[in-house]
Nanobody, 127 residues
Framework: QVQLVESGGGLVQAGGSLRLSCAAS????????MGWFRQAPGKERELLAA????????YHADSVKGRFTISRDNTKNTVYLQMNSLKPEDTAVYYC????????????????????WGQGTQVTVSS
């Protein structure tokens, strides 16, 4: 069973950048496809980006494409979300999630397939 801990959230002005990290422990990190989600107050949780076990395949939602980039370092058991050109509407709690999968190139784009979730990190973007 893998445990996930997000970090890197905080308060930033519109137009600024943040890099979120999600450190995994308790499992073989390279066996898990990873995803980043967010949930704003009163809204449903949404998938932002996903990455395959190998890192060779990625997915980015239209809402963040060109601004956010997912990456991973399997030697550090960590997945990242680089967020640029932040907007006030990006304010939310950001979560990482993990899904064990046999495929090294598959990205997982459905929430229910993710088995493990972090506690989340708050990102607040001021106007």
């Amino acid at each position: 069973q893998v445990q996930l801990v997000e970090s890197g959230g905080g308060l930033v002005q519109a137009g600024g950048s943040l890099r979120l990290s999600c450190a995994a422990s308790g499992g073989t990190f390279s066996n898990y496809a990873m995803g980043w989600f967010r949930q704003a107050p009163g809204k449903e949780r949404e998938l932002l980006a996903a990455i395959s076990r190998s890192g060779s395949s990625t997915y980015h939602a239209d809402s963040v494409k060109g601004r956010f980039t997912i990456s991973r370092d399997n030697t550090k058991n960590t997945v990242y979300l680089q967020m640029n050109s932040l907007k006030p509407e990006d304010t939310a709690v950001y979560y990482c999630a993990a899904d064990w999968t046999r495929s090294i190139v598959l990205v997982i784009t459905t929430q229910y397939e993710y088995d493990y979730w972090g506690q989340g990190t708050q990102v607040t973007v001021s106007s």
